[in-house]
Each structure stands twice: as structure tokens, then as C-alpha cells.
């Protein structure tokens, strides 16, 4: 299902679109799909492209209607949009407004300094979709309160249609919202896979484990063992009595199945360990043993 889609910013003042280098050099790239990142914080506007407001809005106007006149998938990304919108929330409506109305397909609102919480992004989103359908709206959060992964999911709850983020959250600073929680919870949670269709194939949730740790391989990483559903530990269990439990059934302490996400259960022996520990390695490892014997109280000692 991939588009690539080539990503620049919005065209420069005191030129036209058409004589914008950096414009030119998104459709040379002759990509289905464009993405613009425009500022829609008016604080931002002054102090970093030191511009008027009206000047910002002629940009991303400007910058639109080229892109949609060439026939692309045009995609503009609010930047600071939930800062913006917190200190001047007309200002920052008018600016994605802009762009929708010059045609863009996807108006994605960015937490671009991360320090959004969900709630907050839960009650913008259901307002800004009472100004642009949320079949147009997406979702860009960073990670810098560690909840980019819940305000993602938390602005789907609200109305958006595309959230953008990266294979194990990868990101300048905290990191992007993390695609390998994102969308088994997209999937596996009833609150998201009875009310949505995503557009993943749900065979290919069981390889989200393999793609990434793909990726900490190519780029010599250690991968991060507590990732949440494809972390090597977020199925290991080592408290004697939480494995006991688990052998009973699973249900006890897994959320999930770990194999929906290629995921697999691991049973730790360690200072925390029972009986259970002891007997279920030996089991994994094809040992033969009667559960009464003394050996197995001499290695938990």
C-alpha cells in the first residue's frame, strides 16, 4: 500500500510557487504524493520565518494550489499545530483551513514540540473536525511526554483518518509516534478494530516483531527489549507466581497473544523465580524429569 511521498516545506517569500527552488525540486521528484510542512503557529511565524501572518497564509495557500494543479496527493503538515492552536486558535484553524480549501487531501495536525497530552489532543481534534472532516484529518505526535503513541490513538478516537509515525518510534529528540504499538493496537484493541479498517493486512500484523527488529539490524542498534508487544521482554515472565499462572493460561498476564504480533513468550530463571520457572525451561529444552523430583528444589535453591 505504500506511496512514496516527497516532503519540503512551504514555498518562500517574495517569490511564486512556480520560481520556488524548493517546490520545483518535490515535483522533479515525480512522486504521487506530496507532503508541505507549514507553520501554524503564529509565535513561530513571527520569530522564526519573521513574516507577517497574512504572508504566512498566502504561502501555504500558494503552495497548495500548485501541488493540487499538478495532480498530486497533497498533503500539508500543520507544524506546531496544538501549540498554535492553544495560543491562538483562530489563527492556527485559518492555516490548515487554507490548505483545505486549496485541496488538500490530508490536513495533519502536528505535535511538533511533544509536549501535547491526550486529553488536550482529544478535545482539538473533535473541535477541528467540526471545520474539516476528519476523512481529511491525520495525526503527527512526538514523543517528548512519552504518550505519542497514546495521543495518536487518542485523535483516531476524535476523528482522524492517517497517523503518521515511524518503525520503533524513531525520531529526532524522544522520537515519533511508534508504528509497532499504533498498529497492533489498531488491530487487536475492540475499541479500534470493531469501529475502523485499517489499512493493513491483518495477516501481515504477525510479522510487525520481524520488521522491527529488520530495522535495529540495518542500523546496528541494539533493539530496545522493552518495546511494548515486540520487545524481547514484553512477554517474559519470571515471578514464580505469575509463571505459574501463565502456564495455567496465558490470559493471567499477557494482554495478547504473542504470537499475533511474531512475538513469543519467554520464561526467565532468575533471583524472582518458583518452581514453575524451573519445570517450565526444563520442559522448552525437551529434558525429561518427574515433577517431584528433588533436583529441581536443589536448582531454584
Given at each position: 500500500?505504500?506511496?512514496?511521498?516527497?516532503?519540503?516545506?512551504?514555498?518562500?517569500?517574495?517569490r511564486s510557487a512556480d520560481n520556488d527552488t524548493g517546490l520545483s525540486a518535490l515535483l522533479n521528484?515525480?512522486?504521487?504524493?506530496?507532503?508541505?510542512?507549514?507553520?501554524?503557529?503564529?509565535?513561530?511565524?513571527?520569530?522564526?520565518?519573521?513574516?507577517s501572518n497574512e504572508e504566512n497564509l498566502e504561502n501555504i495557500k500558494e503552495s497548495a494550489k500548485?501541488?493540487?494543479?499538478?495532480?498530486?496527493?497533497?498533503?500539508?503538515?500543520?507544524?506546531?499545530?496544538?501549540?498554535?492552536?492553544?495560543?491562538?486558535?483562530?489563527?492556527?484553524?485559518?492555516?490548515?483551513?487554507?490548505?483545505?480549501?486549496?485541496?488538500?487531501?490530508?490536513?495533519?495536525?502536528?505535535?511538533?514540540?511533544?509536549?501535547?497530552?491526550?486529553?488536550?489532543?482529544?478535545?482539538?481534534?473533535?473541535?477541528?473536525?467540526?471545520?474539516?472532516?476528519?476523512?481529511?484529518?491525520?495525526?503527527?505526535?512526538?514523543?517528548?511526554?512519552?504518550?505519542?503513541?497514546?495521543?495518536?490513538?487518542?485523535?483516531?478516537?476524535?476523528?482522524?483518518?492517517?497517523?503518521?509515525?515511524?518503525?520503533?518510534?524513531?525520531?529526532?529528540?524522544?522520537?515519533?509516534?511508534?508504528?509497532?504499538?499504533?498498529?497492533?493496537?489498531?488491530?487487536?484493541?475492540?475499541?479500534?478494530?470493531?469501529?475502523?479498517?485499517?489499512?493493513?493486512?491483518?495477516?501481515?500484523?504477525?510479522?510487525?516483531?520481524?520488521?522491527?527488529?529488520?530495522?535495529?539490524?540495518?542500523?546496528?542498534?541494539?533493539?530496545?527489549?522493552?518495546?511494548?508487544?515486540?520487545?524481547?521482554?514484553?512477554?517474559?515472565?519470571?515471578?514464580?507466581?505469575?509463571?505459574?499462572?501463565?502456564?495455567?493460561?496465558?490470559?493471567?498476564?499477557?494482554?495478547?497473544?504473542?504470537?499475533?504480533?511474531?512475538?513469543?513468550?519467554?520464561?526467565?530463571?532468575?533471583?524472582?523465580?518458583?518452581?514453575?520457572?524451573?519445570?517450565?525451561?526444563?520442559k522448552s529444552i525437551g529434558i525429561v524429569f518427574k515433577q517431584d523430583d528433588p533436583k529441581i528444589?536443589?536448582?531454584?535453591?
Amino acid at each position: 500500500n505504500a506511496k512514496l511521498t516527497s516532503f519540503g516545506m512551504t514555498k518562500r517569500s517574495g517569490r511564486s510557487a512556480d520560481n520556488d527552488t524548493g517546490l520545483s525540486a518535490l515535483l522533479n521528484a515525480n512522486t504521487p504524493a506530496v507532503c508541505l510542512v507549514g507553520k501554524s503557529w503564529d509565535f513561530h511565524v513571527d520569530i522564526a520565518l519573521e513574516i507577517s501572518n497574512e504572508e504566512n497564509l498566502e504561502n501555504i495557500k500558494e503552495s497548495a494550489k500548485h501541488f493540487v494543479k499538478a495532480n498530486k496527493e497533497f498533503m500539508f503538515d500543520a507544524e506546531h499545530f496544538f501549540d498554535g492552536y492553544k495560543a491562538n486558535s483562530n489563527y492556527a484553524v485559518e492555516c490548515i483551513k487554507t490548505a483545505y480549501d486549496q485541496g488538500a487531501r490530508w490536513v495533519v495536525l502536528c505535535d511538533t514540540n511533544g509536549g501535547t497530552l491526550p486529553h488536550e489532543i482529544a478535545k482539538i481534534v473533535s473541535e477541528v473536525a467540526k471545520v474539516i472532516p476528519g476523512n481529511n484529518l491525520g495525526i503527527h505526535a512526538h514523543n517528548d511526554t512519552g504518550n505519542a503513541v497514546s495521543n495518536s490513538l487518542a485523535a483516531v478516537l476524535s476523528g482522524v483518518r492517517q497517523v503518521q509515525g515511524t518503525i520503533n518510534g524513531l525520531g529526532e529528540r524522544c522520537g515519533n509516534a511508534n508504528l509497532m504499538s499504533v498498529i497492533p493496537t489498531l488491530h487487536l484493541k475492540e475499541t479500534y478494530s470493531k469501529n475502523y479498517e485499517i489499512n493493513i493486512k491483518k495477516q501481515n500484523i504477525g510479522k510487525l516483531t520481524q520488521c522491527s527488529r529488520l530495522l535495529d539490524e540495518i542500523l546496528n542498534r541494539k533493539p530496545n527489549q522493552h518495546l511494548p508487544y515486540v520487545g524481547a521482554a514484553a512477554f517474559s515472565h519470571k515471578g514464580g507466581l505469575h509463571v505459574s499462572a501463565v502456564q495455567k493460561d496465558p490470559k493471567t498476564y499477557e494482554h495478547i497473544n504473542p504470537e499475533d504480533v511474531g512475538n513469543v513468550r519467554n520464561i526467565v530463571v532468575s533471583d524472582q523465580s518458583g518452581k514453575s520457572n524451573i519445570v517450565s525451561r526444563l520442559k522448552s529444552i525437551g529434558i525429561v524429569f518427574k515433577q517431584d523430583d528433588p533436583k529441581i528444589k536443589k536448582l531454584l535453591d
